[in-house]
């Protein structure tokens, strides 16, 4: 049973580039989060996701980033046109309900140079 | 703004003593979670206490929650050199219309031989 799996774990992109951020939540679990973390600061919400709908989005910065989460296949987070403030460390978590038994994945940290 | 605040920031501790932790929070909460986070590392959930629980254990974890003052406590007995890890308090709430975990800040724990 595995649990919620990111990848890449690393990952570097040049500023202009696109980054995308894959998540497979747990088996059975229809609910996905976002978090980004930058260097030692907490996670902070991005975007709360259910199958094919985006449930809240409120923590999304509203210019070159996006979330989808399709019928079939993992999670993506994508960013566009990355900068250097894009670096940081992205969080996936998923759950069954959307109110307790949240997994989270070991995380994507990307480097933007 | 962050839902939860933690203090202290940070807490240097010798082996063998207790560590103690609080988290203070501004809305209605359904729970609240505590995670532990090594550095570079994914999060790892410790423990969750429900609204209408005061007090819960786990092993040499002792977790308090007080609803009318919004705040939790997370205290670590008989600290061992592996306990020091950066550990989270997160509130799981209904925010802008959609549930959603909310971290705090954290607090640095370090542990010293």
Request: charged share 20%; glycine share 8%; proline share 4%.
């Amino acid at each position: 049973n595995a649990g919620v799996m990111q990848n890449p774990r690393h990952l570097v992109r040049r500023r202009g580039q696109e980054a995308r951020l894959r998540c497979s939540p747990m088996k059975g679990h229809s609910h996905v989060y976002w978090y980004r973390q930058l260097p030692e600061e907490g996670l902070k919400f991005m975007v709360y996701l259910q199958k094919e709908n985006i449930i809240d989005e409120s923590g999304m910065p509203k210019e070159r980033f996006s979330a989808e989460f399709p019928k079939e296949g993992p999670s993506i987070l994508r960013i566009q046109q990355v900068v250097r403030g894009d670096s940081a460390a992205y969080f996936c978590a998923s759950s069954p309900s959307g109110h307790y038994g949240y997994t989270f994945g070991s995380g994507t940290r990307l480097t933007v140079v | 703004s962050q839902q939860g605040e933690e203090d202290p920031q940070a807490l240097s501790i010798q082996e063998g003593e207790n560590a103690t932790m609080n988290c203070s929070y501004k809305t209605s909460i359904n729970n609240l979670q505590w995670y532990r986070q090594n550095s570079g590392r994914g999060l790892v959930h410790l423990i969750l206490i429900r609204s209408n629980e005061r007090e819960k254990h786990s092993g040499r974890l002792r977790v308090t929650l007080d609803t009318s003052k919004k705040s939790s406590s997370l205290l670590i007995t008989a600290s061992r050199a592996a306990d020091t890890a950066s550990y989270f308090c997160a509130t799981d709430s209904l925010i802008q219309g959609a549930q959603k975990l909310v971290f705090g800040q954290g607090t640095r724990l370090t542990i010293n031989p």
